[in-house]
């Protein structure tokens, strides 16, 4: 029988505390001050009215379109029947969200990357991978962490 060698964990939210809600947050105000500024006061939308509390009860743990729904809902953002204000909004967020990850603005929880005493590796890794790709922990798009003791 094969040695257990490693495992593939659901990290978003749970290993990590990634930059969903900064993403949603600064790409509303992005698109709200800017190529949407024309509407901008025909909705609820402000930059002191998009808070966590709203990111929480509205957007977390929803899938890319039903969260870009959610706050454009939320905020009172028409749209037009092709939806493209949504797919734009969905868009921009998804992009940032990478870059913010690139860029290292993410936090490991630090019981995330515990490992039982007697199962601890040598070099401990956290390492991100986006939805569809994984990428290797030791690839240029993606530092090596470490995390935890070790």
Known sequence: ??????AIFDVDGVLVDSPHEKA?????????????????DRTTWSPEAFTSR???????GKPRMAGARAALDYFHVPDDEDEHRLLEY??????????????????????????????????PTCSCARSGSIRSPRSKASPRRRCGPG
Do not use: N
């Open 24 to 40: 949603w947050r600064e790409s509303l105000r992005k698109l709200m001050e800017g190529e949407w500024s024309d509407i901008r």
């Open 90 to 123: 969905a868009d921009l967020k998804q992009k940032m969200v990478v870059q913010l990850i690139e860029a290292g603005d993410f936090t490991a929880y630090p019981d995330g990357c515990a490992w039982p005493p007697h199962r601890r590796p040598r070099t």
């Open 54 to 60: 709203v990111y929480e009860e509205q957007m977390s």
């Open 1 to 6: 029988m094969a040695a257990f060698q490693g």
